[in-house]
């Protein structure tokens, strides 16, 4: 079993850093220690058939989206040219939700996306959303920390309250949810076995590098 991450960005109206971000998130879960149990995928320029094909197809415990939200609650997708584009609201995601594979929980990284997460918080286990506009640098920097926090096998509410610290403005991110629902890594990949397993191999290697010392020096080894 492994972790499977969706990334879905759309930029057709904007120039928002969703490539800077979703580069901070490869290297994120590059550094981890279980990066061998974790699956990201990523799409640019998404539009909502993507969107749909990728819940399909991949099954992300995670789903993430980076883009442009509007007061009125709608997100923005690319059309096909990926240079126009297509709104979304919240009765339209729960519809794609509730005939596709759903995530655990979903990331709507885009300004005032509460609206639309409130209309999908019966559908989905957690989701976060902005209830207000936010600066793309503190948006990008709160889910960096949020995502470092999870894979570092905190729990999502943890996770969540942990990229609320870091500065002014992290205040506008909102957790939905039922915190009997609240889940971490662990429950998701083996953790306990990719540890065992680590610390057998590096005990290994240790006696190995013991046993080549002794040899190199010529000396011998009693096991008795």
Do not use: W
């Amino acid at each position: 079993m492994k972790l499977k991450i969706l990334y879905l960005s759309a930029n057709p109206i904007l120039n928002l850093r969703t490539d800077k971000e979703y580069n901070r998130l490869k290297k994120i879960v590059k550094s981890s220690d279980y990066r061998d149990y974790i699956k990201l995928d990523g799409e640019v320029s998404t539009t909502i058939d993507d969107l749909i094909s990728k819940l399909n197809k991949f099954k992300p415990h995670i789903l993430h989206f980076s883009g442009h939200g509007e007061k009125n609650g709608e997100i923005f997708f690319s059309d096909d040219s990926g240079k126009l584009f297509n709104s979304i609201n919240g009765e339209l995601f729960k519809k794609i939700l509730d005939t596709t594979n759903k995530p655990k929980l979903i990331f709507l990284n885009a300004c005032y996306s509460l609206e639309i997460a409130n209309n999908i918080k019966n559908s989905i286990d957690f989701i976060i959303g902005m209830n207000n506009e936010i600066n793309d640098d503190i948006a990008s920097k709160f889910a960096e920390r949020f995502y470092i926090s999870f894979l570092e096998n905190k729990t999502i509410s943890t996770s969540f309250n942990q990229a609320q610290l870091l500065k002014d403005g992290y205040d506008i991110p909102k957790l939905l949810g039922d915190d009997k629902n609240d889940f971490k890594l662990s429950n998701i990949i083996p953790i306990s076995d990719i540890v065992d397993k680590k610390e057998k191999v590096e005990k290994d290697n240790n006696i190995k590098t013991y046993i080549k010392n002794i040899d190199n020096k010529g000396g011998t080894i009693n096991f008795n």
